[in-house]
């Protein structure tokens, strides 16, 4: 691992920082994982390190979750310190010309005509708590819009909402638009909410479908095969 | 007129007055300066007409306190709804309370417990059942979402239909991509009424199909039902104080709303507030947190004055009708009839919202029974305390069953369950072992073959397919 590698060239100091920047995301604490983190980016820390240190930690609570240990509000509160340390972090690792290493990239929002929000919502924490870059495009979102945001971030995933019966079809719509604009072969697209299950994940010819939040995280894992 | 059940026993008291007022007073400031953001133009002209403070770019509406006082002393605390037939009219608001019949997405198979689209047949044939049972006053939104073959657009639609059809007992009018515009002209076609439907989406927003569909119905002469649904900790605080205040805050700019499109509107509130199960995200359908919701919410209420419901009440996470569905359905709901809950969604409904069943229906229907007799207190008078009779039989071996008084009161007295197992051990061996299931199953049979609800003429049907195909009709040029 980088990390124990690295690990074993750090001063007292440099060991206490990412100490700091575990408890950080363990405590929930955006503020204190962005001071860390820019210390440890003004020590000359190489930036990898520090994020390595948080995905492991993030890993860690996440297996909690699993077992039972933690609950919805604390991946959420891990990924939102987590989230408060990144942007220092991936603009240092670009500095250095190298890439950020992640499990792909989602673009997530809710259909046409539905304006529910927290299921996505959830999704979306879940989903950047297991790694991914998750670009939440918000509700009421039409086809064009989704697949423009598709193409602007060269995503992996698209993951699509709709709690009402009479919203779900319009992820057909969003799908066929995907499929005329030559798209589909390179994007997963997975499917969840109230009005869903399999069997309509699978007419509309959706790649996955999950009826809880954590699943859908796990979902998106294994179809990008990370 | 249907009676219901009067509690005659004091509501549920969860909050002191002091924390009623401090929810109330915190709604009045959320709507005052947070607002509820409002996805319809016609409703932010008439609120800004009516000096509430709009801003038409972000959509927010923000209440000045005096007018949502001024809006909630308008709503009536008591009135009549009229049903295609007279006895099953309903008179909402008091002490009465009426039990509503709750939707489940699907089917489900009573062996397999798997969930499946129901055929026409079936939903047809649950809403005879819904006509038949005794403790079921009122029809919620749908017993099912549809039924195969379908489309999408039409299933809340003919949903609405096959109510009229098949009972005469008072629905509830959904909506869905502007159908309310037609579905509203069948009631009065029928002579009768329905009660409309609006909700909130939470947190704290209204979108344009909903209050398109409030001033359509409350225009067509309907009363409105108002209702807001949350997940605490998710759509709402987490706590049971700060998700009061959220749904207090959705409810009474709803009715805000409705009594300014028409001063003195028959209203009902619906509170469809959960805790968020942490572990999934999901609603935690059957959870004690939810009662306790709503105890508070009947309390704030009640010092309104405007009658109530509740949805929470009669849902289940257990996928099957067995111990967990009993209780987790049950305890709530007696809290609701306690807490002075007007009417209680209650019937039917299994796995969450996901699936229903008649047979289901008619396990929850003696227990609407029982709930609605233990409201229904203790009558003491000189003939009930029974003292000269107590007299007259004296002890051993006197005794009360040959009494003329015995066969006067015991029937109104005790509840008399039609389908728990209730007879002796030999019995049970004897006739086959069957649970209170099973009696449900047979109670089913029986009343298919048996009842019979007052159906349409051929001029009314006509007069609903009609309005079922100009709906269609728009569906397809839109």
């Given at each position: 691992m980088e990390d124990n590698k690295s690990g074993r060239d750090l001063s007292e100091f440099q060991k206490d920082l990412l100490n700091d920047l575990k408890k950080s995301i363990k405590t929930y604490d955006r503020n204190m994982a962005a001071r860390t983190v820019d210390k440890i980016i003004e020590n000359k820390m190489d930036p990898m390190v520090a994020m390595n240190a948080m995905t492991e930690t993030i890993r860690i609570i996440g297996e909690g979750f699993e077992k039972g240990e933690y609950f919805l509000p604390d991946l959420a509160g891990a990924a939102d310190a987590m989230n408060g340390a990144l942007p220092p972090l991936e603009k240092k690792i670009k500095e250095n010309g190298r890439k950020v290493e992640n499990q792909g990239k989602i673009v997530i929002g809710t259909v046409l005509g539905?304006?529910?929000d927290i299921g996505k919502t959830m999704v979306s924490t879940l989903l950047k708590a297991a790694g991914f870059t998750v670009f939440?495009?918000?509700?009421?979102?039409k086809a064009e819009v989704f697949v423009n945001a598709l193409k602007e971030h060269d995503a992996d995933i698209l993951a699509m909402s709709a709690l009402l019966t009479t919203t779900a079809p319009e992820m057909e719509k969003v799908i066929s638009l995907i499929k005329e604009e030559n798209l589909r072969d390179k994007i997963k697209i997975i499917i969840g909410g109230g009005a869903i299950n399999q069997e309509f994940a699978d007419k509309i010819g959706a790649d996955g479908y999950d009826p809880t939040a954590p699943g859908a995280a796990k979902l998106a894992k294994k179809l990008i095969g990370k | 007129m249907q009676k219901g059940f009067i509690r005659k026993i004091k509501p549920l008291v969860v909050l002191s007055e002091e924390q009623v007022t401090l929810i109330h007073k915190s709604t009045l400031e959320v709507l005052k300066e947070t607002g509820l953001k409002i996805l319809n133009e016609r409703a932010l002209k008439l609120l800004d007409k009516n000096d509430c403070n709009v801003d038409y770019n972000s959509k927010i509406v923000r209440f000045p306190p005096e007018i949502v006082e001024e809006c909630l002393a308008k709503a009536p605390s008591n009135y009549k709804v009229k049903a295609r037939?007279?006895?099953h009219d309903v008179e909402i608001g008091g002490d009465r309370v009426y039990f509503r019949l709750f939707a489940g997405m699907e089917t489900v198979d009573?062996?397999?417990?798997e969930t499946r689209t129901p055929t026409r047949k079936e939903y047809y044939d649950y809403l005879t059942v819904v006509d038949a049972?005794?403790?079921?006053?009122m029809v919620g939104?749908?017993?099912?979402?549809g039924y195969k073959g379908l489309p999408e657009n039409m299933k809340i639609p003919e949903g609405i239909a096959a109510k009229a059809r098949n009972t005469t007992k008072i629905q509830l009018q959904c909506f869905t991509k502007g159908s309310h515009a037609y579905t509203a002209k069948m009631m009065p076609e029928l002579g009768c009424e329905a009660i409309g439907v609006s909700h909130c989406a939470a947190p704290l927003t209204y979108y344009r199909d909903s209050i398109d569909a409030m001033f359509t119905y409350i225009n067509s002469g309907f009363p409105i039902y108002i209702c807001s649904g949350s997940v605490a900790?998710?759509?709402?605080?987490?706590?049971i104080a700060g998700s009061s205040v959220t749904n207090n805050a959705e409810l009474v700019g709803g009715v805000v709303i409705a009594q300014l499109i028409k001063p003195g509107v028959r209203t009902m509130v619906g509170d469809f507030v959960f805790p968020a199960?942490?572990?999934?995200?999901?609603p935690l359908f059957g959870d004690i947190g939810a009662a306790l919701h709503l105890a508070a919410y009947s309390q704030v209420w009640k010092k309104y004055g405007i009658p109530t419901a509740v949805?929470?009440?009669?849902?289940?996470?257990?996928?099957?009708?067995?111990y967990q569905c009993g209780y987790e359905k049950a305890i709530p709901t007696m809290i609701a009839a306690l807490a002075g809950i007007n009417v209680i969604d209650f019937h039917g409904g299994l796995t969450g919202e996901l699936s229903a069943h008649p047979v289901q229906a008619i396990l929850d229907d003696d227990v609407a029974g029982m709930i609605g007799r233990f409201i229904e207190g203790v009558d003491v008078s000189e003939e009930t305390l029974a003292v000269d009779l107590i007299k007259e039989v004296?002890?051993?071996?006197?005794?009360?069953?040959?009494?003329e008084h015995t066969r006067k009161w015991w029937r109104k007295e005790q509840y008399t369950t039609?389908?728990?197992?209730?007879?002796?051990y030999p019995e049970w061996l004897k006739n086959g072992k069957k649970s209170a299931l099973d009696n449900a199953k047979e109670k089913y049979e029986e009343i298919l073959s048996n009842h019979k609800p007052v159906t349409l003429n051929r001029e009314q049907d006509k007069a609903i397919e009609n309005i079922l195909e100009e709906l269609n009709e728009f569906y397809k040029q839109s």
């Open positions: 539905d304006i529910h939440d495009i918000g509700i009421d979102i | 037939i007279e006895k009573l062996n397999t417990w049972l005794p403790n079921l006053h939104c749908y017993p099912y979402f900790g998710g759509s709402a605080p987490s706590t199960n942490m572990s999934t995200g999901a949805s929470v009440s009669g849902l289940t996470n257990s996928k099957l009708s067995d004296g002890p051993i071996p006197g005794n009360f069953l040959t009494k039609r389908i728990a197992d209730r007879i002796t």
